[in-house]
């Protein structure tokens, strides 16, 4: 089995910085990509960041120029630094990756339990 356990989640003030880490364990042999998703209260989940084990990156457009996803493929760790937060920021977010335990085996989807962000105005 992975495991994908979150951290760095809390309150902060609009205009405010976080920064959550995510880092995967058990029987690993390789993860693809990594990302963060989001879930407010009465919403459905919605992406807000993705990078590929290469580095590349995708972003919501509600993110764009504040967000930052990053990765330590040695750590097997992916990270989201939030920058100038808003309000509408205040989510649940979770982490996510594809990852496979063995060369023969397919890759699997995986999530974390979850780390709640909240910005206050």
């Known amino acids: 089995q992975v495991q994908l356990v979150e951290s760095g989640g809390g309150l902060v003030q609009a205009g405010g910085s976080l920064r959550l880490s995510c880092a995967a364990s058990g029987n690993i042999f390789r993860i693809d990509a990594m990302g963060w998703y989001r879930q407010a209260p009465g919403k459905q989940r919605e992406l807000v960041a993705t990078i590929t084990s290469g580095g590349s990156t995708n972003y919501a457009d509600s993110v764009k120029g504040r967000f930052t996803i990053s990765r330590d493929n040695a750590k097997n760790t992916v990270y989201l630094q939030m920058n100038s937060l808003k309000p509408e920021d205040t989510a649940v977010y979770y982490c996510?990756?594809?990852?496979?335990?063995?060369?023969?085996?397919?890759?699997?989807?995986?999530w974390g339990q979850g780390a709640l962000v909240t910005v206050s105005s």
């Open positions: 996510n990756c594809n990852a496979k335990q063995s060369v023969i085996l397919p890759y699997r989807e995986v």
